[in-house]
T-cell receptor, first 111, second 118 residues
């Protein structure tokens, strides 16, 4: 069963622009992760933020987490055509062992 | 490390046939997960193992699905008999203990097995 819902479902931007994707979830979590999936490939882990953290950065990625609203956002700055992919948020339950994925956002970056 | 290895990458079979998907996790990882991805339902967690023991199989859709992990370096997902609605991409992922109590951390995914049941 899916835990999170991403918004928007699809996003098309120009190269150089910032891309923001949002994720909402339903139950209490231990952590929230973002993954990327290129067409026809497996998922690749991008970043993990723990439930006691509010913001985290990694290169051009910035992730925020608001546990009171049960939501997270992923910001990709200065997007590139190579960022074109699907992006998924995934939550680790409070038991900490299961990782459940949302429906994903399809990002298309036009060169 | 070669990463998580899945086979076959593509499988086309006819309804009623048995399908076996295989996974070799990353050496040293003690958690293994099987996911199914479809356009309609997204990524669904089917089952996961810890130290070769099935911990939660609540996502396994029906008795036609079974999964085993006979040792730390090999797992199978079997569908018998297969049906057209089983058509999907099946992913295997592994991870190691991450922090106190082995709480959920980064998952490493294989490239998936694309199954088509005619």
């Amino acid at each position: 069963s899916q835990q999170g819902e991403e918004d928007p479902q699809a996003l098309s931007i120009q190269e150089g622009e910032n891309a923001t994707m949002n994720c909402s979830y339903k139950t209490s979590i231990n952590n929230l992760q973002w993954y990327r999936q290129n067409s026809g490939r497996g998922l690749v882990h991008l970043i993990l933020i723990r439930s006691n953290e509010r913001e985290k950065h990694s290169g051009r990625l910035r992730v925020t987490l608001d546990t009171s609203k049960k939501s997270s956002s992923l910001l990709i700055t200065a997007s590139r055509a190579a960022d074109t992919a699907s992006y998924f948020c995934a939550t680790g339950d409070t038991g900490g062992f299961k990782t459940i994925f949302g429906a994903g956002t399809r990002l298309f970056v036009k060169a | 490390d070669a990463g998580v290895i899945q086979s076959p990458r593509h499988e086309v079979t006819e309804m009623g046939q048995e399908v076996t998907l295989r996974c070799k996790p990353i050496s040293g990882h003690d958690y293994l997960f099987w996911y199914r991805q479809t356009m309609m339902r997204g990524l669904e967690l089917l089952i996961y193992f810890n130290n070769n023991v099935p911990i939660d199989d609540s996502g396994m859709p029906e008795d036609r699905f079974s999964a085993k992990m006979p040792n730390a370096s090999f797992s199978t997902l079997k569908i018998q008999p297969s049906e057209p609605r089983d058509s999907a991409v099946y992913f295997c992922a592994s991870r190691n203990r991450a922090g106190p109590g082995g709480k959920a951390g980064e998952l490493f995914f294989g490239e998936g097995s694309r199954l088509t049941v005619l």
